[in-house]
């Protein structure tokens, strides 16, 4: 199984996951001219996409999904309350999942988990081959039990390391703005993110990327600072996804 991340920030995530024959992107933030050439930086056709599969309906993870579907005839996966909540228009193929159910697509198992975020049905998965396990964690404001147990043993994780609470209190932002992306149903700072993983069994953790960092309130350094602490490793084994370029392929 191997990953690559297209983008990761507030201006538009998606994530890349393929096993054998099994090709899904998770969540599709951008235009679609943009889309198609940050799928081919990495020897991606769209007409290979399996299935485009949604986290929830925030525009930077939701935007493009509904015209690269229709474009290449890709189905699209999301639950019933980010279908009601976002109105994707029509496309080819649409699946609902159950977030509390165990999905197959291809040769690739998910595992969903609802998360708190400020949207209608929102989560994250775990994919698996059936020997290695990859969790995704991002867009949440706190986190749960469920979480831990989620994510607990993974090989490799990408993991939210949205601001640095100080640099979100003395940024830019609006006091609205600054209290919803802070709050519990927000997304999470550097040091709660650091929190999870110190919290993990992460024996088995081959690789780590720092992801979803905002550009006004956060730095790479910051992230890896944080992230690093957690591990005990030094700053720079921590692999930080940015928004022009995402990541290049890692092998699970």
């Known amino acids: 199984m191997r990953f690559a991340l297209i983008g990761s920030g507030s201006k538009g995530n998606g994530t890349l996951i393929e096993h054998g024959r099994t090709r899904i992107l998770i969540d599709c933030g951008f235009s679609l001219r943009d889309t198609e050439a ?3 930086r990495l020897d991606c056709d769209p007409q290979s996409l ?56 291809g040769e690739i198992e998910i595992q969903p988990f609802p998360v708190p975020h400020d949207a209608r049905e929102p989560c994250q998965f775990v994919f698996s081959d059936g ?3 990859l969790g995704l964690l ?15 043993g993974c090989d490799a994780l990408i993991l939210e390391c949205n601001h640095d609470p100080q640099m979100l209190e003395e940024g830019p932002y609006p006091v609205s703005l600054k209290q919803r992306v802070g709050g519990s149903y927000g997304h999470l700072s550097n040091a709660q993110a650091a929190q999870i993983l110190a919290s993990l069994d992460i024996d088995d953790l081959q690789y780590l990327v720092a992801a979803h960092l905002s550009d006004k309130n956060n730095t790479p350094a910051l992230a890896r600072q944080a992230l690093a602490g957690a591990l005990g490793c030094l700053p720079r084994e921590v692999e930080v996804a940015c928004q022009e370029q995402g990541t290049d392929w890692r092998q699970v």
């Not at 986190?143 to 831990?148: K, L, N, Y």
């Open 38 to 40: 940050r799928l081919q």
């Open 50 to 105: 399996d299935a485009v599969l949604v986290t929830h309906e925030h525009g930077d993870h939701i935007r493009g999904v509904g015209l690269l579907a229709r474009r290449y005839g890709v189905p699209v996966w999301a639950t019933r309350g980010t279908v009601n909540g976002s109105q994707p228009g029509k496309v080819p193929t649409l699946n609902l999942f159950d977030v509390h159910q165990t999905l197959a697509i």
């Open 131 to 133: 020997d290695r396990r």
């Open 138 to 152: 991002t867009d949440t404001g706190s986190s749960t039990p469920h979480i831990h147990a989620s994510l607990s």
